[in-house]
């Protein structure tokens, strides 16, 4: 079945660094992928999706970009902020009909001011 | 998208005991999901609860002692039966929303600590 590498944590960055968080991924067909953020105290939110080959998902000054050859969804923001501390979840599509999902271990993020 | 209530929001439980979590979903769903998410772990899919039949368990959830109930397409309720300090978790109801894109929706959890 479908599964889901993540990059273990906890990462700890300065306020306005660079994030990178891997994210990799086996699956038969086609999947989408997601990440999701859980804030302190909350429940999942989602934060950015890509349904096929190429897509690049954004929001919020996130990005990803499903890559079918490296079967990758690389989660990046060019400058964090202290509110960007959360735990991120890097999930897909568990078979082709698409509604179970399969999640990552999780990455918890502390950006530090 | 969804909003999703779930209640309670936590609860503290003695051993032995059970305890029922709801989920309120404003539109109509065909399928809403229930998690588990033990202290600094990821998600686990409990089971699937489709309106009008049994709900789907995954592997390692037996509706012994996880009973679902699926009254209509806004609402479910999980209940987590004769409960030791092993269940002390943070359980999620999602509900997923076609054709928005396999997008799930979640609610906040309900944080349950057994004593």
């Known amino acids: 079945g479908n599964s889901v590498t993540q990059m273990e944590g906890p990462v700890t960055l300065s306020e306005e660094a660079f994030l990178t968080i891997n994210c990799t991924y086996t699956a038969t067909g086609y999947p989408s992928l997601f990440w999701y953020v859980q804030y302190p105290g909350e429940g999942l939110q989602l934060l950015l999706k890509?349904?096929?080959?190429?897509d690049k998902g954004s929001n919020k000054g996130f990005e990803a970009t499903y890559r079918k050859e490296t079967t990758s969804f690389h989660l990046e923001k060019g400058s964090v902020q202290v509110s960007d501390s959360a735990v991120y979840f890097c999930?897909?599509?568990?078979?082709?009909?698409?509604?179970?999902?399969?999640f990552g271990p999780g990455t918890r993020l502390s950006v530090l001011p | 998208s969804a909003v999703i209530s779930q209640k309670p929001s936590r609860d503290i439980c003695q051993r032995g005991t059970s305890l029922t979590i709801q989920c309120q979903v404003d539109?109509?769903?065909?399928?809403m999901f229930w998690y588990r998410q033990q202290p600094g772990q990821s998600l686990t899919l409990i089971a699937t609860a489709n309106q009008g039949s049994e709900a789907t368990y995954e592997s390692g959830f037996v509706i012994d002692k996880f009973p679902i109930s699926r009254p209509n397409l806004t609402f479910s309720t999980l209940t987590v039966s004769n409960m030791s300090p092993e269940d002390s978790s943070i359980y999620l109801c999602?509900?997923?929303?076609?054709?928005?894109?396999?997008?799930?929706?979640f609610g906040a959890g309900t944080r349950l600590s057994v004593l």
């Open positions: 539109s109509q769903v065909t399928m």
């Open positions: 890509a349904t096929k080959a190429d």
């Open positions: 999930a897909l599509t568990k078979d082709n009909y698409g509604q179970n999902f399969v």
């Open positions: 999602s509900v997923g929303l076609l054709p928005a894109g396999n997008i799930q929706y």
